[in-house]
């Protein structure tokens, strides 16, 4: 362990406590971002003087330096990340990695967006929101295929299926992709939000677990671990069982920085994709690794985590490139989202999506991803 321990180059010194991430509103993100403009929130990070250091050589990024923001505390469900930063990928590339924990005041959206950070990860559907905003982000990697949310109830509670949730008080994420999800599994079982007692939920687990809520949403990776460790027994219940089809963490980056800094961008996905890869054939090691980097995780739950969070990585297109912006999986959550009415009109799939590095990163290795 010392040995792992010796290659970390950046620990975490203010740990959060672990849980399903908060979401935010676009009306907030907008408010946000009007805000970091005009330099309250942090200013985007600038490459080195030419007078400062030498040029790059043609292959290498002219922007070496940027930042990385999770969307929580570093978990399985960011190995990819953390792997390539200890294991000294993105340093192979050129680059110097800041990685960033998220919380409910550190959104990786606005804080991208505004240019506080330079990549993040959040769901698929917020690239679509946040474009519908004229934010214009794009998707570098569908990381989860699949996605993770779940919604948990006690064993002995007799609900079994979204019909269920009618006059039971049900905890809701407003305005993330757990909300969307929700908003989805209710209209693909005709079951009328007026019938539910909707309150907001938030990080701590409380209510769930002191009765006062009875169906209460979880990321399907982690959570369930946590809850049945206290002994309470549980069931799931997911929206993909009822034809729901959405995914989950994306990679993603502002248009403008993309289109500015393609080595940089290209540099960084390649890096982030060798991190997947070694974390999705390397459980025990890549564990390991995270206990390393952050001290206040639990190697059972990682290991759980790490099982569950490689089959949302390996599902769908997912199984032949990890990683992979499957366009017929985009287009399919823009028709969702159209339906629910969070989208008023459809954003063109080439501008949510960057496939192009993602393509070459495969084809160095003799792959061919899309159809």
Known sequence: MSSIKRDIKQGIKKPINRGIHTGWSLGVLVMV????????????????????????????????????????????????????????????????????????????????????????????????????????????????????????????????????????????????????????????????????????????????????????????????????????????????NYGVTLMGDVLFATEEFVHTHPKTTRAFVSATLRGWHFALNNLEETVDLLLAYNPQLNREQLLFEGRETIKLVRAGAGNRCPGWNDPERWSTEQELLMELGLLPFPIAIEDAIETSFVAEYYQEHGITCSP
């Open 33 to 240: 971002l009007a805000i970091m403009l005009v330099g309250c929130i942090g200013t985007s990070p600038t490459p080195p003087s030419p007078q400062k250091a030498p040029s790059p050589a043609p292959d290498q990024p002219a922007m070496r330096k940027v930042s990385m923001r999770l969307q929580w505390v570093p978990q399985y469900q960011f190995a990819g990340y953390i792997v390539a930063k200890v294991k000294g990928y993105y340093e192979e590339a050129g680059l110097e990695v800041d990685i960033h924990p998220g919380s409910p005041d550190f959104v990786p959206m606005p804080l991208v967006a505004s240019g506080a950070d330079t990549f993040g990860s959040t769901g698929a559907d917020t690239i679509f929101l946040a474009r519908k905003k004229d934010i214009k982000v794009v998707a570098l990697l569908t990381i989860f295929q699949t996605s993770p949310v779940g919604f948990m109830v006690r064993a002995d509670s007799g609900i079994r299926e979204p019909r269920d949730f009618a006059d039971k008080t049900v905890g809701v994420f407003y305005g993330d992709n757990v909300e969307t999800e929700y908003r989805a599994l209710l209209a693909a079982t005709n079951v009328n939000r007026s019938d539910i007692n909707e309150i907001p939920a938030q990080v701590n687990m409380e209510p769930f677990l002191s009765g006062r809520v009875d169906v209460w949403p979880v990321y399907v990776t982690d959570q369930p671990y946590l809850i049945r460790n206290q002994g309470i027994d549980i069931e799931l219940i997911q929206a993909q």
